[in-house]
């Protein structure tokens, strides 16, 4: 088996020439079935990029369920018994997944709820705008006991506090998100990095074998390589296979597992709101917004302070005086808005420290 490699194939096939028990981790972003039968516009005429390619398509729930059950039954000969799978789905696909992961004989550990911090809107209003996705998170089976689980680290990474399972986290947007020549999505289901980190660093150790069946534009090799772990994928598409491999020949420097897993917070706080400005991650004049319940703006100056009708303060002050409270973490408090949807400066902060391979 070559480590750190993508391999071009159908993953029901390519599955069955690996090893048993070969592998530590494995994440899967399988096809969802998502079952789109017209194209979607917003309002302003703009067409949707969703995900709409020839791989989400099946003829029917069961061909989907046949699907399903045979490629998470080489993923279950695959894995460890000191392993865990990763299968992340949306309302559309993840209960069939589950039921079929049930029946082979998983153990669900967790079903961890991703919340969009910056969903895509429901334009037409005929339902709720939908914001959440699901990870899976499972052993081999009930007898799999001793699974990896870095518990001290995710808790150190949350601040000290034991880390739940409902991540906030934005979609892959701005920087993060790779485009084609065409300045459109080069690949339309990209997962963040964020939450590729959280998966790799809570389920597996530094030198473990990640695996990724459905590998698309390569997010869990990129992560999973800057985190010290090997990996390898499949993905059946050349196209898809390129960006991957330019991605991971363009890689930044190594994450800092300890870095990382400090009190992101107060790490994080030490970025001065006016160096983002100095990176034009955000701009003077620019406006932030306080989307939900306070729904207010401010105006970005040039040293960094915002203007809020006559106050002028820092991001955190500001915050706090609309809130009428002592103490306001202005990086979660207020957004910026990026084709119609919200961003938190938390994100624009990421970048930054992305950006410095921090
Ligand atoms: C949801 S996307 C994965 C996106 C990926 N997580 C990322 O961040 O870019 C699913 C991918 O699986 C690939 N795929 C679909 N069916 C496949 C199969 N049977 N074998 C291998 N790859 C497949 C598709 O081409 C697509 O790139």
Known sequence: MRLNTIIHGDCLEELKKFPEACADLIFADPPYNLQLKSELYRPNNTKVEGVDEAWDKFASFADYDAFCA????????????????????????????????????????NDVVWRKT???????????????????????????????FN??????????????????????????????????????AQKPEELLK?????????????????????????????????????EREEEYIKIAQKRLEGLGPLFSEAGWAQDKDQRRTRVPFEQLL??????SGDLLYTPGRYNK??????????????????????GALIQGSPSCNGWR???????????????????YLRRRGL
């Open 70 to 109: 045979a490629w998470l039954g080489e993923c279950r000969r695959v894995l460890k018994d000191t392993g865990t799978i990763w299968v992340i789905g949306s309302y559309h696909n993840i209960f069939r997944i589950g039921a079929v992961m049930l029946d082979l004989g998983y153990w669900i550990l």
């Open 118 to 148: 910056n969903p895509m809107p429901n334009f037409l209003g005929t339902r709720f705008t939908n914001a959440t996705e699901t990870l899976l998170w499972c052993a081999r089976g009930e007898h799999c006991r001793k699974y990896v």
């Open 151 to 188: 518990h001290k680290l995710m808790k150190r990474y949350n601040g000290g506090k034991q880390m739940t399972s409902v991540w906030d986290m934005a979609l892959c947007t701005g920087a993060e998100r790779i485009k084609g020549a065409d300045g459109k999505k080069a690949h339309s």
């Open 198 to 234: 959280r998966v790799i660093l809570s389920s597996s150790n530094r030198g473990g074998l990640v695996l990724d069946p459905f590998f698309g534009s390569g997010t869990t090799g990129a992560v999973a390589v800057r985190l010290g772990r090997n990996f390898i994928g499949i």
């Open 278 to 283: 100095k990176e034009k991650l955000v701009r």
């Open 297 to 318: 703006t401010a105006v970005v100056l040039g040293d960094g302070k915002l203007l809020y009708g006559e106050n002028t303060g820092s991001i955190h002050h500001i």
């Open 333 to 351: 408090f207020w957004h910026t808005r990026e084709n119609g949807a919200h961003l938190p400066l938390c994100e624009l902060r990421n970048e």
